[in-house]
């Protein structure tokens, strides 16, 4: 999977809390939601929230981005608090 192999490739140059893993991770969590890979997307997902910062640039678009991609992911889940929660959330951003 391509998305892993930048994932890991991106672990090795970067340091763990560099936006650019989470932003990695964002896009890998989004295509395992694609995929209704729940279970795999979520923490993937979530870990990528936590990193990126909601900033002028790049990184503020992807942190953007994530929080969307949480509401998708939970939405496809059949988990309607929790994307309640995280649109709430993307409201105030």
């Known amino acids: 999977d391509l998305l892993r192999r930048a994932l890991q490739a991106f672990q090795r140059v970067f340091t763990a809390n560099d936006w650019r893993i989470g932003m990695a991770k964002s896009l890998l969590g989004a295509s395992l939601t694609a995929m209704a890979r729940y279970d795999e ?6 870990d990528a929230r936590r990193v990126l910062k909601d900033v002028p640039g790049t990184q503020g678009r992807e942190a953007k981005a994530t929080l969307t ?4 992911l939970y939405e496809a889940w059949g988990r309607p608090e929790k994307a309640a929660a995280y649109r709430a959330l993307a409201r105030q951003d």
């Open 69 to 72: 991609r949480l509401v998708a």
């Open 41 to 46: 997307a979520e923490p993937l997902l979530i």
